[in-house]
């Protein structure tokens, strides 16, 4: 049994309100991809759930007949999670955008899974609260717990794991479910909310998140500190960590990248291998460890420390370093951009980056390293042309050689952005024979493999 | 087919060594119970794995024979975990008690199942690391990993779940699977890390620990504050929090328990709701911190302040607060303890707290309140005559309550202590149809029902 688009269309009526229908093309192509290099493809079918129940309805629909579903936020995924190549039926959660709760005192919103971040920290801040995990892009909250996004902050507020305390989600058969609850811990049964998140659509379509939020830190200090290598500026990132300073960012921006960032973002930062730094507390304590982490730094033959006081600065600095993707995309314009996202443990980092600046200088292909040092993760940004298979093959074997040298010490092939069709080749390599543990569990919560099966775990 | 004791005896012999089997009924015995007040049951035979290729062989043959086992570590479960009802194996891991590996630079350790804590801390002192989780008893890591457990320290440093990056797991049919890596971070596949945790001996034996640590804090400060109500020390903890003043530990220890901790530990604390409070950071920021947080107490009636500088009397003062399980167990000799441990959402806890002491007092069972105040997470201490059926009856039905009226307000059963049998009845009512998740997640993963299977996530 396969249905076609009509009868899929047709079904769904009885289901829904027309208005949430769509087989509009211009609609189908905005949802053909995503913000990867990855190629797009059309749905057969958009369809834009209202509620839970509205979502539910759609699922049982989809387990039923045998459609192939994918959920879909804002698509600023990058690794091609949200691109239907076998799915007939996506389904948009942008429609179900609203902050549902506010607790302060327990530093816990609920929110529906269309939200974004930036229209969350909106709401927060006159609570004096932020939601600090920041992928860049202005993605969906419900889009950033499937991939388990994380971004600049996560070294002091941890990854998007770390902030679900619930989860409403449908499974594949239209039950739904909750995945925790809004204690701050518990030991009662398994824990969903870590295995739902990062699932990618594969195990069930979220429509309520629960997640913690923070106090705004009372002081904030940024700065720059630049440093005649990348290994001096990791090494002076390891010492800083060994002396239990507490860092709340630290970006590593490489020679070639700090160039975008003054070409794009009209600043005149040295070209040399940088470190965006930031300090969370008081001020009292802000000072002490800056003062600290200023003796670290000389100690590894930083060439320059300037730090930004007043708000404006602040965000200016950081506002250059998180539009350095676009700066890219500006800067080579009909070129597409790959980029890596491998993480290591800290110590084998420096070594990774070195390994990874010889490699890419090898392809002669354009682009630069970012890193997100306090983690172990950084990505490359490859700048490739679409239409040169000979380049995007070179990309590819580039990114295979990252990816099998953090495996091979210890790390991981994806620190943020996700598996998505982009990583599933080295999944197997990378979980062993934990792989067909994962698989099971697919299996077993989504035995007609209806959701996002083409992504993240497989089953061939 | 079942086999004997005997039988089981003879097959285990082909596969390991005769010491490592044993039926001494003292051995027996020792295995019979955990630190609950639940029945103990003697296992027919322990085994005693050396390494992880023993540990698979036992399952295998376990496996393959419907042998139902239970991994055993220390004992000192809260919830009958380890007690093996149904089992007529243990599996003790006591004698695989290696730390492997320490990695100051990349704050991490290694560590076999059967390593103590305080074995690990000691380790760790020399590179001016610690492991900061913490239950009170000096359980083994693998058992801390079973139950997810957590302590005083988890509202800075978090529970169990967040230290682990790699389980080495031995499955139900004796397949090996590493459940993560060294990375920070990752979004790689399905979050087995977070699944395995908390999983209680029911989805695979633990043979492996990559644990996260930290360092030593370079300044510590701990003190004691007395408040006229339970509700007023614990909306100054809730205005602490939201000052963004970051607390190590908040302990709070109501009249009753500091009248054992005064008897216990040679003490003279005031009798009157206390908070043990300590900050952990660079001195001039918890100056700052302390200051300011003795502004916010004495907003909310706190009655006196005072904080320890030195290292032997912060001591002092924590062992008191942890010895107080011990203090209640030696002040009622001929006595079980029974020990609650409900979370609620920080904004419901005094309530809840409130409405606890109100219903213990109505019970006339003799027992005081003990919370880690920063998670929402608080024991009642009960304790009961094991040979009066209506007093057990009674804790019971005080118990059910209080769970009850955690659920009803966004809480969970049990935060630290786990399920084991003593939650088990809660868990469909908490859970709800989540529940049919976890027991299709633990029917695929260990078809056959051999591990633990009468604890946490049970099968009817």
Redesign the interface.
């Known amino acids: 049994m396969h249905l076609t688009q009509d009868e899929i269309v047709t079904h769904l009526q009885t289901l829904l309100l027309k208005e949430q229908i769509s087989i509009n093309k211009t609609v189908l192509e905005l949802h053909s991809k995503d913000e990867s290099y990855h190629k797009p493809h059309n749905p057969e079918v958009v369809v834009y759930p209202y509620t839970t129940a509205d979502t539910s309805k759609i699922l049982m629909f989809a387990n039923d007949y045998n459609i192939k579903v994918v959920p879909f936020g804002l698509g600023t995924s990058l690794e091609g999670h949200v691109i239907p190549y076998n799915q007939q039926l996506t389904i948009d959660f942008s429609l179900m955008n609203k902050i549902l709760d506010v607790?302060?005192?327990?530093?816990?919103v609920t929110v529906q899974p269309g939200v974004t971040r930036s229209e969350l920290n909106k709401a927060l801040k006159r609570h004096?609260l932020f939601f600090p995990v920041d992928p860049g892009a202005d993605a969906t909250l419900g889009g950033m717990v499937a991939?388990?996004?994380?971004g600049t902050t996560?070294v002091k507020y941890g990854?998007m794991?770390?902030q679900v305390r619930d989860l409403e989600v449908v499974?594949a058969d239209g039950?739904?479910?909750?995945?925790g609850?809004?204690?701050?811990?518990?030991?009662?049964?398994?824990?969903?909310?870590?295995?739902f998140?990062?699932?990618e659509g594969t195990?069930g379509a979220f429509t309520e998140l629960t997640l913690k939020v923070h106090?705004?830190?009372?002081h904030i200090m940024a700065g720059r500190a630049i440093f005649p290598t990348i290994k001096d500026a990791i090494e002076s990132v390891?010492s800083i960590?060994?002396?239990?300073i507490p860092i709340a960012r630290v970006e590593l921006v490489d020679e070639a990248s700090i160039e975008q960032v003054n070409s794009h973002s009209d600043q005149d930062f040295p070209v040399k291998p940088t470190l965006f730094l930031e300090f969370h507390?008081?001020?009292?304590?802000?000072?002490?460890?800056v003062d600290?982490m200023k003796l670290i730094v000389e100690d590894h033959y930083c060439e320059g420390i300037e730090f930004e006081k007043d708000n404006t600065k602040r965000n200016i600095l950081w506002e250059a370093r998180h539009n350095l993707a676009y700066a890219y995309t500006h800067g080579y314009p009909g070129k597409d951009m790959m980029v890596t996202?491998v993480?290591?443990?800290?110590?084998k980092l420096a070594e990774a980056v070195i390994f990874a600046r010889t490699e890419l200088d090898k392809t002669l292909i354009e682009g630069g390293i970012l890193g997100h040092v306090?983690?172990?993760?950084f990505h490359v940004l490859l700048m490739i042309d679409p239409n040169n298979p000979a380049e995007i093959k070179k990309a590819h074997d580039f990114n295979e050689k990252l990816v099998m040298h953090?495996?091979n010490n210890?790390?991981?092939?994806?620190?943020?952005?996700?598996?998505g069709i982009g990583?599933q080749k080295?999944?197997r390599i990378?979980?062993?024979?934990?792989?067909?543990?994962?698989i099971?569990?697919?299996?077993?919560?989504d035995p007609k493999n209806i959701l996002n099966s083409d992504k993240?775990?497989t089953i061939n």
């Open positions: 607790s302060p005192e327990d530093f816990l004096g991939t388990n996004a994380s996560s990854v794991r770390d499974l039950r739904i479910i909750h995945t609850n809004r204690a701050a811990k518990s030991s009662s049964g398994y824990h969903l909310n870590g295995l998140t990062g699932s195990l106090g705004i830190p009372e390891v960590l060994q002396a239990g507390g008081n001020e009292a304590g802000l000072k002490s460890d600290f996202d993480v290591l443990p800290i110590s306090g983690d172990g993760n953090a495996i210890g790390g991981t092939c994806t620190g943020e952005h996700g598996v990583k080295y999944q990378e979980h062993g024979e934990a792989y067909d543990v994962m099971a569990i697919k299996q077993v919560l993240n775990i």
